[in-house]
């Protein structure tokens, strides 16, 4: 069959890469003129694969209210709530509860356990730097409250082989001497030792460019995607800036842009763009060498290589970008004053980046077939894409061939 993969992310391309695996031939069509321009770019780096705690819980409902009035100012809210932010805001608090939280992180543990196999088995196989590294990671928590939910979320993870170990302050700074330089005031620690580290766009560039050098395998950049066509119910072509490409299937991997091309199909996908910035910065004094989350504050230091990335924030601004210099400034700011020593602050150019996260309400990706006949989805991996990628593309090239998901299979 041949196959056309909307979007060359880091979603879109591992699907590609899975579809050719399993003897499709397959075009992936992307705008820019690279892969990994949109929100895989430069990402946290975190291949959290024991992190799939839901952003849906009843924690995140009580501090709801205060994050609406604007008093944590890691979030933000658009002042005029539109009817798109109302439909998904109201979707999301259904989902705040605690069975439907455990659930849905039950949803991308399972996910998450393939993701890390499957990446197992790439790294040695292919020739790619991105910096890949078993880094680890712990997440700093400010309140016994948070401690608490961490120890019940641990026993979660244990279910999938994960370990997500509630530790004391002191056992944190053992593990990683760099917290001690931090001045935060946190009651203790989640440490998670099986987590890695690795540059989303650099594996994208890498695994595309693998894929390009197999037959049947194409990249069509700079090339804009304008409509999917159907016929009689089932997927005909794709409609782009260079013309119309025939397909016998289509998977949409277009990440926040998902709904655009979807809705005048009828398909809602319940997908909202979630705004977070980065800064790519020089090492400091004490740079870590696990992953650290700073809960709370919500942003994450990832040491890539020689140079450390700091990530986070989650705006909720449909897709303005005009406050952008504003929210990095202010990330800037607060990892600044939390992790002084962490990375050269003075850092110029600080490659400071924002992206757009799909995040559907539940936190799922929504992965497999459509009403439509022949149109796929793999997309709305939210805060989690990256760690996600290679088991969603697994699990949408198995659906396409008409096999069952390993993912499932593995449980
Ligand atoms: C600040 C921040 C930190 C994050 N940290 C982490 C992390 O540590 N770990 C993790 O797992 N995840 C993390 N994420 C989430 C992760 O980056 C995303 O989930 C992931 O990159 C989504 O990948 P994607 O391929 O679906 O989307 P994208 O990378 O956005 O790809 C979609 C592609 O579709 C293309 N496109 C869209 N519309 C069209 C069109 N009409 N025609 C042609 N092409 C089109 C775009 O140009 C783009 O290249 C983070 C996100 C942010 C913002």
């Given at each position: 069959m041949?196959i056309?993969?909307l979007?060359?992310g880091v979603v879109?391309?591992t699907t590609a890469?899975y579809?050719?695996?399993?003897?499709?031939?397959v075009?992936?069509?992307e705008?820019?003129?690279?892969?990994a321009?949109g929100?895989?770019?430069?990402n946290?780096?975190?291949?959290?694969?024991?992190y799939?705690?839901?952003?849906?819980?009843?924690?995140?409902?009580?501090k709801?209210?205060?994050?609406?009035?604007?008093?944590?100012?890691a979030?933000?809210?658009?002042?005029?709530?539109?009817?798109?932010l109302?439909?998904?805001g109201l979707a999301?608090i259904?989902?705040c509860?605690?069975?439907?939280?455990?659930a849905n992180?039950?949803?991308?543990l399972?996910?998450?356990?393939?993701?890390?196999?499957?990446?197992?088995?790439?790294?040695?196989t292919?020739?790619?730097?991105?910096?890949?590294?078993?880094?680890g990671?712990?997440?700093?928590?400010a309140?016994?409250?948070?401690m608490r939910?961490?120890?019940r979320n641990?026993k979660?993870?244990?279910e999938?082989?994960?370990?997500?170990?509630?530790i004391s302050?002191?056992?944190?700074?053992?593990i990683?001497?760099?917290?001690?330089?931090?001045?935060?005031r946190y009651?203790?620690a989640?440490?998670?030792p099986?987590d890695?580290v690795?540059?989303?766009?650099?594996f994208?560039?890498?695994?595309?460019?693998?894929?390009?050098?197999?037959?049947?395998c194409?990249?069509s950049?700079n090339?804009?995607?304008?409509e999917?066509?159907?016929?009689n119910?089932r997927?005909?072509?794709?409609?782009?800036?260079?013309?119309?490409?025939d397909v016998?299937?289509?998977?949409?991997?277009?990440?926040?842009?998902?709904?655009r091309?979807?809705?005048?199909?009828?398909?809602d996908?319940?997908?909202?763009?979630?705004?977070?910035?980065?800064?790519?910065?020089?090492?400091?004094?004490?740079?870590?060498?696990?992953s650290?989350?700073?809960?709370?504050?919500?942003?994450?230091?990832?040491?890539?290589?020689?140079q450390v990335?700091i990530a986070?924030f989650?705006?909720?601004?449909g897709?303005?970008?005009?406050k952008?210099?504003q929210?990095?400034?202010?990330?800037?700011?607060?990892?600044?004053?939390?992790?002084?020593?962490?990375?050269d602050y003075?850092?110029?150019?600080n490659?400071?980046?924002?992206?757009?996260?799909?995040l559907?309400?539940?936190?799922?990706?929504?992965l497999g077939?459509?009403?439509?006949?022949?149109?796929y989805?793999?997309t709305?991996?939210?805060?989690?894409?990256?760690?996600?990628?290679?088991?969603?593309?697994?699990?949408?090239?198995?659906?396409?061939?008409?096999?069952?998901?390993?993912?499932?299979?593995?449980?």
């Amino acid at each position: 069959m041949h196959i056309a993969v909307l979007g060359a992310g880091v979603v879109g391309v591992t699907t590609a890469w899975y579809l050719a695996e399993a003897g499709h031939e397959v075009t992936v069509i992307e705008r820019e003129n690279a892969v990994a321009q949109g929100c895989s770019f430069a990402n946290g780096a975190q291949l959290s694969y024991s992190y799939m705690d839901a952003m849906a819980n009843p924690a995140f409902l009580a501090k709801l209210p205060a994050l609406l009035a604007g008093f944590d100012s890691a979030v933000r809210v658009r002042p005029q709530i539109n009817a798109d932010l109302l439909r998904w805001g109201l979707a999301f608090i259904n989902e705040c509860t605690a069975s439907k939280a455990a659930a849905n992180t039950r949803v991308n543990l399972r996910l998450a356990r393939r993701s890390q196999q499957l990446m197992g088995e790439l790294v040695p196989t292919l020739d790619m730097d991105f910096s890949h590294r078993s880094a680890g990671k712990i997440i700093l928590l400010a309140s016994d409250k948070e401690m608490r939910a961490a120890a019940r979320n641990s026993k979660l993870k244990a279910e999938f082989g994960f370990r997500a170990d509630v530790i004391s302050l002191a056992e944190a700074i053992d593990i990683e001497p760099a917290i001690q330089y931090m001045t935060g005031r946190y009651a203790g620690a989640v440490h998670s030792p099986g987590d890695d580290v690795g540059d989303s766009q650099a594996f994208t560039v890498a695994l595309a460019r693998q894929l390009t050098d197999r037959p049947g395998c194409r990249l069509s950049l700079n090339t804009a995607i304008h409509e999917i066509i159907t016929e009689n119910g089932r997927v005909r072509a794709v409609d782009t800036s260079r013309g119309p490409i025939d397909v016998d299937a289509v998977v949409v991997c277009l990440g926040a842009s998902s709904p655009r091309l979807l809705k005048p199909l009828g398909i809602d996908p319940g997908i909202y763009p979630v705004r977070g910035y980065s800064v790519t910065l020089r090492r400091g004094q004490h740079t870590n060498s696990v992953s650290v989350t700073d809960f709370s504050r919500r942003f994450v230091i990832s040491r890539i290589g020689e140079q450390v990335r700091i990530a986070g924030f989650a705006d909720f601004v449909g897709f303005r970008t005009s406050k952008d210099a504003q929210r990095v400034a202010k990330l800037l700011h607060v990892a600044g004053a939390v992790a002084p020593c962490a990375a050269d602050y003075q850092t110029s150019p600080n490659r400071a980046w924002g992206g757009f996260r799909p995040l559907t309400a539940n936190g799922r990706p929504l992965l497999g077939p459509t009403s439509v006949t022949g149109l796929y989805l793999n997309t709305g991996h939210g805060t989690l894409g990256w760690t996600l990628a290679c088991a969603s593309g697994e699990e949408v090239a198995q659906a396409v061939s008409g096999q069952p998901a390993a993912s499932q299979l593995a449980a």
